[in-house]
């Protein structure tokens, strides 16, 4: 059974620090580009960062640029999303999708949640003083 977990998600203060994790299981992630995502509630999905299954490219969106930080360790079978300077507006539930073999230019299409064929349950993250 082809699946992705999140885990990492908590409560932190803000300025603080929270690193998730994606674990797959029942395929490797390699050639997979790992979308991160989160969801406020009343809110759409809305993308947070990707990273090439090619080359490790990343793109992150605007409100998160310069504070988070992608990156995989394929040996692992993992994907990572490190958040620093967390923010209140941060707070949602965060997921991790997974595509084989996207098309090259990240930013065209990684944001679009429709592109992905797997997806993890979610984990939580609250930032509140």
């Known amino acids: 059974q082809l699946q992705l977990v999140e885990s990492g998600g908590g409560l932190e203060h803000p300025g603080g620090s929270l690193r998730l994790s994606c674990v797959a299981s029942?395929?490797?992630?390699?050639?997979?580009?790992i979308g991160w995502f989160r969801q406020a509630p009343g809110k759409e999905r809305e993308g947070v960062s990707c990273?090439?299954?090619?080359?490790?490219?990343?793109h992150y969106s605007d409100s998160v640029k310069g504070r988070f930080t992608v990156s995989r360790d394929n040996a692992k079978n993992t994907a990572y999303l490190q958040m620093n300077s967390l923010k209140p507006e941060d707070t949602a539930v965060y997921y991790c999708?997974?595509?084989?073999?996207?098309?090259?230019?990240?930013?065209?299409?990684?944001?679009?949640?429709?592109?992905?064929?797997?997806w993890g349950q979610g984990t939580q993250v609250a930032v509140s003083s």
């Open positions: 999708a997974a595509l084989y073999f996207g098309p090259v230019d990240l930013s065209s299409w990684c944001a679009d949640p429709d592109e992905y064929d797997y």
């Open positions: 029942g395929f490797t992630l390699d050639y997979y580009d």
């Open positions: 990273i090439s299954g090619r080359d490790s490219g990343t």
